[in-house]
């Protein structure tokens, strides 16, 4: 059969009616352990750490959404980071972005450490320098693309071509989707997704996902799955499926959205930069255009007026919350300095321009009018006291 579509497989695969009793939509099998026939005589599950027919259902449709046959789901995104690296050992090395994730760069700098893997931060737009970080032990290439929150963009298929016989490129694809990009057609190994944003959509569920296409690859990782124990329950197997299933209409408003955004922000004279990777003043604008068949959703952009007048804007919205987090319907408004990066080392985050004057928007699928509005409102009421710390 030829492959069906990306809204259709989100809606229908691994979502067939119950067999036993014709339930049009995945039950939420709320149960820890499943009756056995007679000893070891199962109908296929025996445990719900193990496995559990809700959480199949997620990871055959998100796998299918990515273009593979494998997935294991975790109880959120950075289970699903330390899933991914599972497939390491003691002595291996890794080969990461720069600016990735917080969370990410403090699972691999304070906790990787203590069992023996280093990890080598390198600007990965940066061909050169991403092949001189690598080492003989390097075994992971971990991709995050685009980069949060200043929406850079990293050549997934170069990097991809630069590994050698048994070293891997996992991507963080959380930010695009695999609406907008797939980082396993551009020859990565691995993908793995917080579903806690844009997959799940609603903000109302915390998950993460490992993606691959190779069977063991995907063995070793759903071992890890099952022996370390980090799954999602039911229910929040069963609010990501849901969420999934509209993130074609999702990702195509949200983009039409930001790109309204980013269009508005970059026409103020009181707005120093825009990040917006589908900005044609954006450095990697030619590359985004052509590993991504979208921009995504967030929009990060420095106000004239430095910190003072950026935490004034971030108070001062109302359709955008001031929240950390991104991907939901709901338009969020952050500060990244101290609300997503606050575990990151003050130097780092200089180095990374990751400053205080720096908003990250996740711009939501509320009517264009009232988001830049919005916008629009805090930044005109800012902007008289800005004049003042100009001089001042
Ligand atoms: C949120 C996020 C994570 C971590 O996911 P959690 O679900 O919060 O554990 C990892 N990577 C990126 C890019 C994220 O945005």
């Not at 990060?300 to 971030?314: C, K, M, Q, T, V």
């Not at 987090?325 to 990244?336: H, Q, T, Y």
Request: net charge neutral; proline share 5%; charged share 20%.
């Amino acid at each position: 059969m030829a492959t069906r579509g990306f809204a259709t497989r989100a809606i229908r695969t691994g979502q067939d009616p119950c067999s036993a009793t014709g339930s049009t939509i995945v039950p939420v099998y709320q149960t820890a352990t499943f009756t056995q026939d007679s000893v070891g005589v199962t109908k296929g599950y025996d445990y719900s750490r193990s496995g559990n027919p809700t959480r199949l259902a997620l990871e055959r449709q998100l796998a299918d959404l990515e273009g593979a046959r494998f997935a294991a789901a975790f109880g959120s995104g950075m289970a699903a980071v330390n899933g991914a690296c599972s497939i390491l050992a003691a002595g291996d090395h890794i080969v990461a972005t720069k600016d990735v994730y917080g969370g990410t760069y403090r699972l691999f700098s304070d906790v990787f450490p203590r069992y023996g893997i280093a990890t080598s931060y390198v600007d990965m737009c940066d061909l050169e320098a991403t092949r001189a970080a690598i080492r003989l032990n390097t075994k992971l290439f971990w991709i995050e693309t685009p980069t949060n929150p200043l929406l850079r963009i990293i050549d997934i298929a170069a990097v991809a071509a630069l590994k050698r016989p048994g070293q891997f490129v996992g991507v963080d694809n959380t930010f695009a989707t695999p609406y907008w990009q797939r980082p396993l057609e551009l020859g990565a190994d691995l993908v793995m997704h917080s579903t806690t944003k844009y997959l799940g959509g609603h903000s109302d569920v915390v998950g993460g996902i490992v993606i691959s296409d190779d069977p063991d690859l995907h063995a070793q990782i759903a071992f890890h799955q099952n022996a370390v124990g980090a799954v999602p329950g039911p229910w929040d197997a069963y609010l990501t499926l849901r969420g999934a299933k509209t993130l074609a209409l999702r990702m195509r408003e949200h983009e039409r959205n930001a790109r309204a955004v980013a269009n508005f922000l970059d026409s103020r004279d009181d707005v120093a930069a825009v990040y917006y990777p589908g900005l044609r003043s954006h450095p990697h604008h030619e590359l985004a255009k052509r590993q991504m068949r979208g921009f995504g959703g967030v929009v990060s952009f420095r106000p004239h007026g430095g910190a003072e007048r950026a935490l004034e804007i971030a108070k001062l919205t109302r359709i955008f919350n001031l929240a950390t987090s991104l991907g939901g319907v709901e338009s969020l408004i952050c500060s990244p300095t101290t609300m997503t990066h606050g575990s990151v080392p003050a130097e780092r985050k200089a180095e990374l321009g990751i400053t205080p004057d720096l908003l990250r928007l996740s711009v939501g699928i509320e009517d264009e009018a009232d988001i830049v509005g919005d916008l629009e409102h805090a930044l005109d009421v800012t902007l008289a006291a800005a004049r003042v710390y100009a001089i001042a």
